[in-house]
């Protein structure tokens, strides 16, 4: 029996099939708001989660001030088109292999998604560690746990209910704009946004707007639109109807084991009364935090936190059964029993995320530490000094090493090119710059047959090696060939 015909066919307290579906567990038939009050979660998940939490908290609020040679570990400045990635600096010129790049982690996230259903959402998304290990914290804090914030919320607003709730707008507030600022310090780094804090928001005018629309975004999402961001917004958690299937692991609900599920009565003997273990005590719906019922079954709500699941297994301990009615399982392992498998169609996303982790990893172990460029001025052409031709060239050189360098430039072919720079042909590359300027090559006039010819020109550093070549052509004098 299939999990619907299970819902259509059961017996007890089984909703009609799939009305759930008809609308969001969050809003009534009005299309009103509920709020949800989730009760505290507690349990052995909720620790794993809590520890995964605390350290991805540790790494956002630590990363900003770790540098590799001098480098931001993280640093995406797209105002200043600076990127640093795990310390290396990548340009526009890198502009390809960022954007493979970001194809790679959409292909992995694909396949994570058609293994793991949203596990993501549960354990790493900021949007669930923020709301819940941090915001959700403090309201049970101040305002204690689901019956008393609903018992608050529904009270008139006398001294109690206006201290609680400032106090925590309060600390929501101050949360949000600590959050902004961190989060500045990745575009930015942490020396802009300290240097903008000692000037003051008159000195930075525009950046003290977008922050403070930023901590106004953060405050209106944690403090009030919550779990909406992931039932109505998230464009992730939209694409899960089409990337989960049956062998996909998620949080599932034994309907065979739960069903027909039925109060508890002590002393009974269930499985002869034709009762599932399932008690309907409901903890696994006031403790889920986007107000939906798991044992309704998979639904696009759902953000895998598994509170439901902690949930569950105390009141299965409680009654004597087994716990794991609420588990990790595929669909296929609850309705046919079928142990997980690795899918042709997970098969295939794999090929295609290891070719292009391997391309990824030849382009990046392919990108030379300069990029140089030698353009024509428009509208320049030769001219003819002490019986040399000479032609001039904007360079610009970067650097993209951890080192500042000194280099020099020659002609590779055709061979007996002069460069002329003024000065010394000698140019210090300061480390992740751009070097502009300006060169000459000259030729004997005899070595010049063509009216435009092929050059290559390279750019050498102080051991003599080639660090990057250009290809570009010479002008010389119109001559008729016979
Ligand atoms: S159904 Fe369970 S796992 Fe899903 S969001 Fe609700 S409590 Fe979390
Ligand atoms: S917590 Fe477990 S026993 Fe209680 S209603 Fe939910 S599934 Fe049934």
Known sequence: MSLDENFRGGQGQVIEAETFRDSVGTMDQSGKRKWVYPRKPKGRYTNYRTVVAWLLLAIFFVLPFIKINGNPFLLINLVDRQFFIAGQPFYLQDFFILALGAITSIVFIILFTVVFGRIF???????????????????????????????LDRQEWNAEKIWKRSLKWFIFIIISLIITHWMFM????????????????????????????????????????????????????????????????????????????????????????????CIDCNQCVV????????????????????????????????????????RYATEDEIEKEDTFRFTGRMKAYSVVLLLLVGFLGFLLSSRGAMEAKFIKPAGSTFFVRDGEINNTYNYTFLNKSNEDQLVTIKVISPAHGQITLSGTNKILLKKDQMTKGTVNISFPENEIKLSKQNVTIGVYNQKGELLDSFDTYFEGPFKLQF
């Open 186 to 277: 990745y575009i930015i780094g942490y020396q802009g946004v300290f240097d903008m804090v000692k000037e003051g928001p008159l000195n930075n005018f525009t950046s003290f707007l977008v922050m403070i629309i930023f901590t106004a975004a953060f405050y209106f999402t944690f403090a009030w639109f919550r779990e909406q961001v992931c039932t109505l917004v998230c464009p992730y958690g939209r694409l899960q109807g089409v990337l989960i299937d049956k062998q996909t692991i998620n949080v599932y609900y034994d309907f065979k084991r739960g069903e027909n599920r039925s109060k508890w009565r002590k002393g009974e003997d269930r499985r002869a009364a034709g009762k599932g273990d």
């Open 121 to 151: 959402c549960g354990w790493i998304c900021p949007q669930t560690i923020f709301l819940e290990m941090i915001f959700r914290k403090i309201d049970y804090l101040i305002e204690g746990d689901r019956n008393k914030q609903m018992k």
């Open 287 to 326: 403790v889920c935090p986007t107000g939906i019922d798991i044992r309704d079954g998979q639904q696009l709500e759902c953000v895998n936190c598994t509170a439901c699941i902690d949930a569950c297994d105390e009141v299965m301990v409680k009654v004597g059964l087994p716990t794991g009615l609420i």
